[in-house]
């Protein structure tokens, strides 16, 4: 593969990404400052994911918020591909929607694809991704949703709801059309050729309840939006409003290229891993600095291509300032790889000490989330 | 279209049936003088369904005799598209397997697919799909069925249970294989592309919820016999034993050629239909009658062609004798087609009315059928 390729498919992110070749690959818009302008005037402050571009793109946001204003609350939609546990990448979205949570007084629904991820794994069986669903929820509402506003669900589990809403959808899709969009082909089991009809089901399903239209928000990793622009393209056919998008950027493996991944445990610091672990994999990760103490003195090292750079950025530094010089230093070869590895380990095991701690009491709170039918 | 030619798919059955050629087409087998000793043993007398050929071809029913007699008790499944209402000839497989439930001790799994006819027919909406699932519930009711052992289920409503199945089936079912087998192609919709896994999910669900291999055995028309040549396939790989399968032959139009279809109102005799009705329907239907008395005198008729005949031979003359007469009267000339008419829309008029009472009556027991999740 050619360094200027890359790949993002809601099954596989590979190369180094371009998200302004994203934006206009998949006709999504830049979060432009005047957006960020008038989200600022509902939350008086800007998540650091929107100040840093974290959140790059979006689809209708901006009607979002026209519908807000004139008094038509939405709702958040977000969810998990349970295929593994938690890693702190998948942490991204759901950090930015409880801030969004917060700020708009949204209700969020939450959906677990156990399904898909069984249809699409070869490896795995329906208990196996249903225990991750699980394992996952924990993550989730470690993240602190308020659980009066908040439902998660697992396809398996509430396919009763789900399928009546997705079967409607499915009516007015055809294999042409998801061939199109999610490259699939003959060989492709009739399981995943539904799939994009449970996940649409959720953009839907509080209008439908509820009996009249609700606006939808849906907060992820831009590598799901092919699966929304097929459920806007559907939306009017069903008299229901097209769900708006709001899209992160991926979170970096600790290895070179790609991001982190389930399926290969050393790029990727879990929710569940030790203090200890979490330090292993960081001291073993992929670094912007030079092959020498000597010459990272003489040329300073690449925070833009460096995980654990990205790590500060995204998580572990949300002072501006402090980040600025954190990025100078590394860029001036006063900061050692070494050093920053040190650093990082610190704030990753406060950060995972903490989290486990909130990931142990969530057991108790899982039934006030879980939906079922 | 040829006269030779007809086409039998689970949508569509059209032209003059060969069901010898279609025992060739769909590699079945035909229901031998040797098979029928074989179930006289157990039931000591046979339906006339059997005696007659109204069921003439069959899958593994051998193997399920087999089973049952080292002690292994097999399951019933069968079920009904809910696109309208019940008409007679929908009768002609519940009869027959309430008569296998009675001789076998068997349980029964009755399938609803309002969705799948929701998905096929692009008038029809599922609420429409839903009441009539429950409109057709009152005739599987009325037929007698032991509502200890019969478990009727709409799939909108069971989709719980039944989706898991389905999933784990459909892991194992491309798009290929269902272009093959039913036909589909680019701008088939991706619930009815989907929808195969639901139809096949009842035969292995009571296995799978009794964590041991049942036998199951389904009675049903023999143009549904392609969703239980996929399930047969699959069902090795999920280490489940194949569905076997007795088909029966179409129950005839009243107008000439084809099947009774709901979607054509004076074609059938409904199970709703006032006697006065079906009176008029019958006095209006094709006959293998000449077009004068004298001619009918001098030539006789064509029972072999005549839907009048039919109804005898299906329902309404169940003594071998007194059809063989009938047969001889209207070839001889004796009979003419306004009497036959005649006398049968009287034995349309008491099955009617008896059936309505029945159906009434079943308003009262649905909730001892209806499973839920």
Partial sequence: MDEQEFVVTPWEVRGKVDYEKLIRD?????IT???????????????????????????DFDWILDKYEVGEKFFLYTGRGP???????????????????????AE??????DDEKFLHDPELNLNETTKYAYENALDVIACGFDPKKTFIFLDTEYMKTLYKIAAQFAKHVTFSTVKAAFGFDASTNIGLIFFPSIQAAPCFFPSILKGKNVPCLIPAAIDQSVYWRVARDV????????????HSKFFPSLMRGGKMSASEPETAIFTIDSPK?????????????QPTIKEQREKGGNPDICPIYFYEYFLFDWDDKSLAKTYRSCRDGCLLCGEHKQTLAKSVKSFLTEHQKKREKARDKM???ILRD
């Avoid at 998949?26 to 830049?30: A, E, V």
């Avoid at 939306?235 to 998008?245: H, R, S």
């Fill in 367 to 369: 039934e006030n989330f």
């Fill in 83 to 105: 295929s593994g546990h938690t890693h702190l990448g998948h942490l991204i979205p759901w950090i930015f929607t409880k801030y969004l949570q917060d700020k708009f007084d």
């Fill in 235 to 246: 939306a009017p056919k069903l008299g229901l409003y097209k769900p708006a998008e709001i």
């Fill in 26 to 30: 998949f006709g999504t818009n830049p």
């Fill in 108 to 113: 969020l629904y939450f959906q677990m694809t």
């Fill in 277 to 289: 672990v979490a330090k292993r994999k960081i001291g073993n990760a992929f670094t912007g600095g």
């Fill in 33 to 59: 400052e005047d957006l960020l302008e008038r989200i600022r005037k509902h939350t008086h402050e800007l998540h650091p994911f929107l100040r840093r571009g974290a959140f790059f793109s979006h689809r």
